[in-house]
């Protein structure tokens, strides 16, 4: 503080001793102090020092709300100097709303009738010299003897930010979930349903509204008609009367993988499903989530074929015992067996072009027509050498037809949601290709849509690969019914002609199952780029430290410690806190990292202690560290 500062305050920091000598108790002191001639230990240098080194924006307000006196903190939150400030301002000047000035001024009209009936401390928007708005904490002591009032400032505009961002980021996660293919919902540590999304709305004819919240396994009820464990359930523990319910179960690390034939509204379907934990900042387990995927048509669709693979072999013995007894022209069945291998061959090749498993592409964009955001995916099927050439593309101008992004749009915002509307899109190279458009519309928190959300499908190759296959089938009839004449008529021994055929079989068997394996993997595709994408963002050390907890969680093992000491019926906040322990973490440190008072964390200490049955003569650590292993 420079010498000029320090005069033009000296008058108002003279008053405040005066105030404190009124004190009965402070009175009694001062004549003590005069008895025995020591001097008085306040001074003006003394609150003068308080003043300009709490920390915090601070002023000192006249009755009429004129600021008196105004530290430096003060100048540097609102960029205003004492010389603008004291005495020349009202403190009405720096209030940004109308509602908060308002209120103000019906808290200061009842401070002055009981000042106990009105908040000390309350929130308020302040504007400062540039025209920038700060989220402010104030805090209000009246200093009634002077007819004065001393008002503490704490900007949390940061933490408001951090708010913000944080929610957004779990908002974008919970729009992933909901918009998953399959059917998948998620419990916490208790058993509550955290998650139901559109999928398995669909499945059972649950809205999530009924279900979310919901325990005491509710979300068996649209499968099993009653209160029952599933197979999210052994996520946690191993229950062998439970697992005998599904037709097979495996367990790959912390993942199960199960199939079952139950009714599902009334109907008799097959489902598999898959399910594993959730685990929180800590890397405790504090939930799990269960992906059910209807598997009845495929099922059937496997039955059919290998229907049709019996009667293909029953016919292929039958020709086979006629055929035998046949023995001419044998050098040119040779020669036709070896024709139609290499047609098989080349079936077999573009069969397997057809049959690719295309990825979607996921995508973000904003109301005006342009990309916020898309994965690697949507640069592959856009035909651009990356994603910063594709995002400085207007969106229109990927459609075939312009317009038909303005129609497309409309729907989404008048609907809020579309499933696989059909659309033509341009490739760089003029190209077009068909795909199917799963969005949602994206909101502000006013209810106003700021932009789309979703997949796109690339089902160019499918259509083509439908063509080609149900001219392959037709040949192959011909083929078959030609060749079948002609063998009825010639001689040689067919069984090799059988071996081939069984090679083929196994061969398509072969090529469904890589199918099949593809399909599962694009799940991942619609999930890690959000993590990607949200490692991008320039994230504080906490929320970093939470993104990276995630993905390296989501392929980690149950915590040993967890499993062991899950039989002592520890609370999820008292797993944390022994979890820390175990680590070392002081009482301090603990609270700080939860965010919950140092008496709450002796409290849960000494809860752990009883639930372990533990004195209070033995290490809590060493017993934790024991139980881990």
């Known amino acids: 503080m420079s010498e000029k500062d320090k005069d033009m305050s000296k008058g108002q920091f003279s008053e405040l001793p005066g105030m404190f000598q009124r004190n009965g108790r402070s009175v009694k002191f001062e004549s003590e102090c005069k008895q025995t001639g020591n001097a008085l230990p306040v001074s003006e240098d003394f609150y003068r020092t308080i003043f300009e080194n709490t920390g915090t924006a601070t002023v000192i307000l006249e009755e009429d709300n004129t600021i008196l006196l105004v530290n430096g903190e003060f100048e540097k939150l609102t960029g205003y100097t004492r010389e603008e400030t004291e005495g020349r301002k009202k403190w009405t000047e720096f209030v940004h709303r109308k509602e908060d000035l308002e209120r103000m001024k019906e808290y200061h009209r009842l401070r002055r009738i009981d000042p106990q009936s009105v908040p000390r401390t309350y929130e308020f928007q302040l504007v400062d010299r540039k025209n920038q708005v700060r989220d402010i904490v104030l805090t209000v002591t009246p200093m009634p003897v002077i007819k004065q009032t001393l008002a503490a400032l704490l900007d949390i505009s940061c933490l408001r930010r951090v708010e913000a961002a944080l929610t957004e980021t779990e908002r974008r996660l919970a729009d992933i979930i909901d918009f998953l293919p399959d059917a998948t919902f998620a419990v916490d540590f208790s058993g509550k349903v955290i998650a139901w999304n559109r999928a398995i709305e669909e499945m059972t004819g649950v809205k999530a509204e009924d279900m979310l919240g919901k325990g005491n396994y509710e979300y068996a009820m649209p499968f099993y008609g009653m209160h029952r464990p599933m197979l999210i359930d052994l996520v946690y523990r191993f229950a062998e009367e439970v697992e005998k319910k599904y037709n097979f179960i495996k367990r790959e690390g912390n993942v199960l993988l199960a199939e079952v034939d139950i009714p599902v509204r009334g109907e008799h379907r097959a489902l598999w499903g898959k399910a594993g934990p959730l685990y929180d900042n800590y890397g405790n387990v504090a939930g799990a989530i ?340």
């Open 290 to 629: 269960e992906s059910i995927r209807d598997i009845t048509d495929r099922r059937q669709a496997r039955e059919s074929l290998q229907k049709a693979h019996d009667e293909l072999e029953m016919r292929v013995r039958e020709r086979t015992a006629e055929l035998m007894q046949v023995n001419r022209m044998l050098q040119r069945e040779i020669t036709e067996r070896k024709r139609a291998e290499a047609v098989m061959k080349e079936s077999e090749e573009k069969y397997t072009q057809f049959f690719k498993t295309s990825r979607d592409c996921v995508f973000i964009t904003s109301r005006d027509g342009r990309f916020i955001d898309l994965n690697d995916t949507a640069v592959e099927l856009f035909g651009y050498s990356s994603r910063h050439e594709l995002l400085q593309k207007k969106i229109p101008y990927v459609y075939a037809n312009q317009e038909e992004r303005a129609n497309h749009a409309k729907v989404i915002t008048e609907c809020g949601y579309v499933k696989e509307y059909p659309v033509d899109l341009r490739r760089r190279d003029g190209s077009i290709r068909h795909a199917l458009i799963t969005a949602v519309a994206r909101y502000d928190a006013n209810g106003r849509t700021i932009g789309f959300q979703g997949t796109i499908r690339d089902i160019t190759e499918k259509t083509q690969n439908e063509e080609e296959i149900r001219k392959y089938r037709e040949e192959l009839e011909i083929l078959v019914a030609e060749r079948t004449k002609e063998l009825e008529d010639k001689t040689g021994n067919l069984q090799e002609v059988n071996t081939a055929l069984n090679v083929l079989l196994q061969k398509r068997e072969e090529d469904r199952k890589i199918l099949e394996d593809n399909f599962v993997a694009n799940i991942s595709s619609l999930v890690l780029p959000y993590v990607e994408k949200v490692k991008k963002n320039n994230l504080d050390a906490q929320q970093q430290l939470c993104l990276d907890t995630i993905e390296k969680n989501l392929s980690g093992i149950v915590s040993p410690l967890l499993k062991n000491i899950q039989q002592f019926d520890l609370t999820p906040r008292e797993i944390q806190i022994a979890s820390l322990i175990k680590d070392g973490k002081t009482t301090k440190e603990i609270a700080r990292a939860l965010g919950i008072g140092e008496g709450s964390i002796d409290t849960h200490r000494k809860n752990i202690r009883k639930k372990l049955g533990m004195n209070r003569a033995s290490n809590l650590q060493s017993h934790l560290r024991f139980l881990e292993k």
